[in-house]
């Protein structure tokens, strides 16, 4: 059989395999279906029969590595048949028997085609260097994909490695003695505290696996996903991993829409064991524990709250460190609230540029509006609120009747149309 000759094959492969940590039959693969390519380009350039090829018409071409010999052939699967219309797929029965006498029609043989050295000329050649490039970078994601896709939601320790416009790469490793992996961090997933210099390292979340063939890292990692501060105290307080405490929701600004607001969580946390505080669980002897996930975050202001089934308690305890006189649930269904606090705690409970009630609105799921207690009129602002829950009321009154209206003049057209047609 014939080969074309490639000194240092084996070589090649054990160097690719290596500098690109992926295994070496993924490299044979790759090299393989870039020789193909190679192959239908030649055979393209030397179509003076300029035959139309289909996209399928080498499929029943492959490669053969031989690393041993250093060099590879093109075999080919054809069809013994009759008469041949296509010497690149059949093969006659008459002569297929002089080698086989037991060959039938119908079956199928696998020849040698393998050009000559020299035919296998240079655009070929050039053909196959690109393909061999981009199959190997479609093995790359390919792994990363399966290494890491089991991991979206999770934490990983992340090494900066340069800067690309506004975003960090960062290298990162799904496990001990793992290779590593590049990873974007965006400007809208890092924290304003951080200081990224190359060398420096982070705990990251991993928000997203890509998938596709789109330029750039496949991982997506955030330090401002509120997932890292749940990891961050998970892994801090034994109660959370045994599950004596529990998380029960967390509400994070890490980038502030002003740079005079710093990065601030509000993490709500809860328990079934009556001899275990919650709170103070997460929070440590001397603040011991609740310190290791600050300096992690930089210094992001972290409170931690009890978590209450009753809105009202909850809605008190997702203000502070602000007191709270009363809780005034106007609205259940569409979950409205005012909270009365004294004068000296209005600017507490409101929080710098409105950040403290921001946040316990989108912890607790209720829209709060703070009020002073000294001023406020309970019975004005129940009467302002009946009268316009009644006006919304209307509104919606309104609308519904005149989308019965419509339906019933649509009914009626209907109707009309339908005599008219029996007329007819």
């Known amino acids: 059989m014939s080969m074309v000759s490639l000194p240092g094959l084996k070589d090649l492969i054990e160097s690719i395999s290596r500098e690109r940590n992926l295994p070496r039959l993924a490299v044979q693969s790759a090299i393989r279906e870039a020789l193909l ?176 063939q789109q330029r750039g890292p496949q991982l997506l990692v955030s330090r401002a996903d509120a997932g890292l501060v749940v990891y961050l105290f998970a892994n801090e307080v034994p109660e959370i991993e045994d599950e004596v405490v529990r998380i029960v929701a967390v509400a994070r600004e890490a980038n502030p829409p002003s740079r005079y607001v710093g990065p601030r969580t509000k993490i709500a946390v809860d328990t079934l064991d009556r001899d275990v505080d919650p709170v103070g669980a997460c929070i440590g002897a001397r603040g011991s524990r609740i310190q290791v996930v600050v300096n992690e975050l930089r210094g992001e202001k972290i409170d931690v709250i009890r978590w209450s089934p009753d809105p009202a308690t909850y809605i008190a305890n997702a203000l502070s460190p602000a007191r709270v006189d009363e809780v005034r649930l106007m609205d259940p269904e569409t979950r409205q609230t005012h909270v009365l606090v004294a004068e000296d705690q209005l600017s507490l409970a409101i929080g710098k540029e409105g950040q403290n009630v921001r946040l316990a609105a989108r912890l607790t799921g209720w829209k709060i509006d703070i009020k002073d207690k000294a001023k406020y009129d309970h019975a004005a602002e129940d009467a302002k609120f009946i009268a316009a829950r009644a006006k919304q009321q209307l509104e919606e009154d309104d609308y519904s009747s005149e989308v019965e209206y419509d339906l019933e003049d649509e009914l009626a057209l209907d109707a009309d149309d339908f005599h008219l047609g029996e007329d007819d």
Do not use: W
């Open 37 to 212: 390519k190679g192959y239908e380009r030649y055979r393209r350039a030397q179509n003076l029969e300029r035959k139309q090829f289909d996209e399928d018409y080498f499929d029943n071409f492959e490669v053969e590595l031989d690393t041993d010999g250093q060099g590879f052939r093109v075999l080919s699967t054809k069809t013994i048949v009759e008469e041949v219309s296509n010497s690149d797929h059949q093969i006659s029965l008459e002569e297929v028997q002089q080698v086989a006498p037991e060959a039938q029609l119908g079956d199928s043989v696998v020849l040698d085609v393998t050009p000559d050295q020299g035919e296998f000329g240079r655009m070929a050649a050039m053909q196959t260097k690109q393909v061999l490039a981009q199959k190997l970078r479609d093995q790359q994601r390919q792994m990363v994909q399966e290494e890491f896709q089991d991991l979206e939601g999770t934490v990983l320790q992340a090494r900066v490695l340069r800067f690309e416009r506004q975003s960090v790469i960062l290298a990162v490793s799904s496990g001990f003695g793992q290779p590593e992996v590049e990873a974007e961090l965006s400007k809208r997933e890092q924290l304003p505290n951080d200081n990224y210099r190359a060398n420096a390292t982070f705990k990251v979340y991993l928000k997203k696996v890509s998938q596709g």
